[in-house]
C-alpha cells in the first residue's frame, strides 16, 4: 500500500533513492501511461496505445508492456530491459501533490513504502542517490526528478489535446488482434484503441492543416509506426516461454 507524504527537507534529509528498484514499480503492469513528448522514444521499443480508464471512462496513451494482466515483458530478472526507461518509471518513488489546487506550485510526494526508498542514516551506498546534499540543499538527482514531474504534469495537458482531437474527428478505433506463440498457447487483446488510418486518409485538406497546426500529426503517425513494435513484443513473450519450458 502506498504511502504518499508531501517531501519536506527537514524531515526527510535522510532519504535516499535505489534507482534500481525504483525499476520494480513496473514489475506487474502490461501497459504504463506515456505522454506525447516521450512518443519517439518509446516507438522504438514497445507498441503504442490507447486504452479507457475503467473509473472515468477517459481514454489513455499507453506502451503496451505484455499479453496478459500483470505481465511486463521489459521487466526481467529483477530489472527493466528497455533502452528506454518511460517517465512515469523515471519519477519513482516520488508523485505529484494535488493538482486540482489552484496553485502555480505542487507540493512533491513521496512514496515511503516504495521499495526504492532507504531510510537508514548508516547507509551509504555509491549507488544510493541522495534527495538532498549534506548542506540541506535539493540535488542534482532530485533536481532531474522535478523536471521529469513537470514533463509529466504538461503531458497531461497534450495528451488531452491530442485525444480530443483524435475523437473529434473520429480517428479511433479498436484494436483487434489475435496472436499465436510457438507453444501454439494464444491470446487476444482487447480493450485497446489506434489510429483509424483509413479514417485519417479521408480528411480534407482543411482538417489535416488542423492537425499540422496543432502539431499532432508527428505523435499521429509515431502512434501508427510504433504498432510495428508487436512482432518483437512477440518474441519477448516466445523466449520466456521457451524459458519455463526447458
Known sequence: MENLVALEQSAHQHIKIDTQKAQSHAENINMIPVVMAELNQIAVQQPIVFAKNSETGEFTLNALLGFE??????????QWQGVYL???????????????????????CINLNSPAVINNRAQSQNDLEPI?????????????????????????????????TLLQHELLQPLSLEVTFQNSQKTKLNGLYTINQERLAQLDSDQITLLHQRALLPAIYTVITSLGQIYPLIERKNAVLNLADD
Do not use: M, W
Open 69 to 78: 494482466q500483470h505481465e511486463n515483458l521489459f521487466y526481467q530478472h529483477s
Open 86 to 108: 518511460p517517465l512515469q518509471l523515471q519519477r519513482q518513488p516520488f508523485f505529484v501533490g494535488d493538482t486540482h489546487a489552484k496553485q502555480t506550485q505542487y507540493p512533491v
Open 132 to 164: 538532498y546534499t549534506q548542506n540541506a540543499e535539493e540535488s542534482g538527482y532530485f533536481k532531474k526528478i522535478k523536471q521529469c514531474l513537470g514533463h509529466l504534469l504538461q503531458g497531461e495537458i497534450d495528451n488531452k489535446k491530442l485525444i480530443d
